[in-house]
């Protein structure tokens, strides 16, 4: 039996089912949270349930977690209970109202109800990859469980020669702009660093550039020149080879100014992952899977690591803020740019970050 609105028909049974549901369809997204169920109990599904229920809660209701073992049904996954096996998808949607399914099995060949899925998705229920919900709601991507087939069939990673040549452009723009207003500060920060500290005003190093080639990079100094004579190491929070004029130049990032000749000369971006060293670079790729996707982008003076997550000091640092690198790469728009900028002026004002 059919109930008749004009432009639609609505299942009756259904109707009466699921009024929850029907409603949520047509009600304003603030007034209702959107009830989930997580497929699969792996570490892609905890990362995204720790994203939805904890960052997220006012925007989701994760209604529970499915799992291929029936000894894990009752059994906490972050917060959300294990509350069926993925085989009871169909009759588990129904009972809780769900609207939304995120699949994150790992393994997806022959552990699927394939027919169940299809069934929720022919009931108007949003199934969607655990992946791109997690990427859409916490802004960069979980790297460790995910599939090379993921990126390749995606949607992202558009490099139209128009938007480029738009990028480019206002990267010289804004760097010769940059480099002629903010003149007077470089003058009174090359005073301060020679009065705070023997040593030359700027600092050089070697950098890992676009397409992994490497290029010297231009700072202000902000420690002792023999700050590196036991080896390379990373920044640490209350780094002792930070000067004190060095200090105030990380906490406002002034000291990143002189990057704006990089970009100038076309060894950067304005926005960008962060470029690192060579020898990090070497550690890093052995450890985090897909980190030279970051390089088929320029680096840049901010980006969208930066502004999202602190300074990356170690390993694990490095692991994070590489997700949201690659969310930048996939998703690259003068748009994202313009939006980066804005966070950039909020993190130098706060200070946050900084070491």
Not at 32 to 42: A, E, H, Q, S, Y
Not at 65 to 73: D, R
Not at 129 to 136: K, P, S, V
Not at 182 to 199: E, H, Q, T, V
Request: proline share 6%; charged share 25%; glycine share 8%.
């Amino acid at each position: 039996m059919w109930a008749m609105n004009p432009g639609c028909l609505v299942p009756l049974g259904s109707l009466m089912r699921s009024p929850w549901r029907f409603f949520s369809k047509f009600a304003p997204n603030r007034w209702i949270k959107k009830r989930v169920l997580i497929v699969g109990d792996g570490p892609l599904a905890k990362a995204l349930a720790r994203v939805l229920v904890f960052d997220r809660s006012y925007r989701y209701d994760v209604k529970g977690v499915l799992s291929n073992n029936p000894a894990l049904v009752g059994t906490s996954l972050v917060n959300p209970r294990v509350i069926g096996t993925i085989n009871q998808l169909f009759e588990l949607s129904e009972k809780h109202q769900i609207e939304t399914v995120a699949v994150c099995v790992e393994d997806r060949r022959g552990t699927l109800p394939l027919d169940s899925l299809l069934d929720v998705k022919s009931m108007g229920l949003e199934v969607i990859d655990g992946h791109r919900l997690y990427e859409t709601e916490c802004g960069r991507l979980s790297i460790d469980e995910l599939k090379p087939s993921f990126l390749i069939f995606s949607s992202g990673f558009k490099r139209k020669p128009i938007m480029m040549f738009l990028k480019r452009l206002v990267d010289i723009v804004g760097a010769l702009l940059g480099l002629v207003v903010l003149a007077p500060i470089f003058l009174l920060i090359a005073l301060l660093i020679k009065l705070d500290s023997p040593g030359p005003i700027f600092y050089r190093q070697t950098r890992v550039g676009h397409h992994g080639y490497p290029y010297t990079v231009l700072k202000f100094r902000s420690m002792r020149i023999d700050a590196e004579a036991e080896g390379i190491q990373w920044a640490a929070l209350g780094d002792s080879r930070v000067t004190k004029t060095g200090c105030w130049l990380r906490k406002l990032r002034l000291d990143e100014l002189p990057q704006l000749l990089n970009v100038l000369k076309g060894n950067m971006s304005l926005v960008g992952p962060r470029p690192e060293r060579p020898h990090f670079v070497q550690e890093l790729r052995k450890s985090i899977p897909y980190y030279d996707l970051r390089h088929t982008v320029r680096p840049g003076i901010s980006g969208w690591a930066q502004t999202c997550f602190h300074y990356a000091g170690s390993l694990e640092d490095s692991h994070v803020k590489l997700q949201y690198d690659l969310y930048y790469v996939k998703n690259l728009s003068l748009w994202l740019d313009l939006q980066i900028i804005f966070r950039t002026i909020g993190v130098v004002f706060k200070g946050e970050g900084a070491r």
